[in-house]
């Protein structure tokens, strides 16, 4: 069974990092992209970043570029999503997904 745990969320001022986690299990973590998506207040879900943890090869969103970082851990089967100099739009529920599942999402509020 595929699984897909996020964490790391939280309250954040603006300008401020936050490092968000996902862990996985249930099918071959290495082989597959790991996505991260999140989905703002009153607004369709939106594409971040993703990884290829057997490649290497990471892609980003224009409006995250420069400021997020997306690793992996393949030993610990989880993928970090890095976030610095957050900004207020960029509240919202972050989801990891992969395989076309999605895990249950952790908030991540930027706010003074």
């Known amino acids: 069974e595929v699984q897909l745990v996020e964490s790391g969320g939280g309250l954040v001022q603006p300008g401020g990092p936050l490092r968000l986690s996902c862990a996985a299990s249930?099918?071959?973590?290495?082989?597959?992209?790991m996505i991260w998506v999140r989905q703002a207040p009153g607004k369709g879900p939106e594409w971040v970043s993703a990884i290829n943890s057997g490649s290497g090869s990471t892609d980003y969103a224009d409006s995250v570029k420069g400021r997020f970082t997306i690793s992996a851990d393949n030993a610990k089967n989880t993928v970090y999503l890095q976030m610095n100099s957050l900004k207020t739009g960029n509240t919202a529920v972050y989801y990891c997904v992969a395989l076309g599942y999605w895990g249950k999402g952790t908030l991540v509020n930027v706010s003074s």
């Open positions: 249930g099918f071959s973590f290495s082989s597959y992209d």
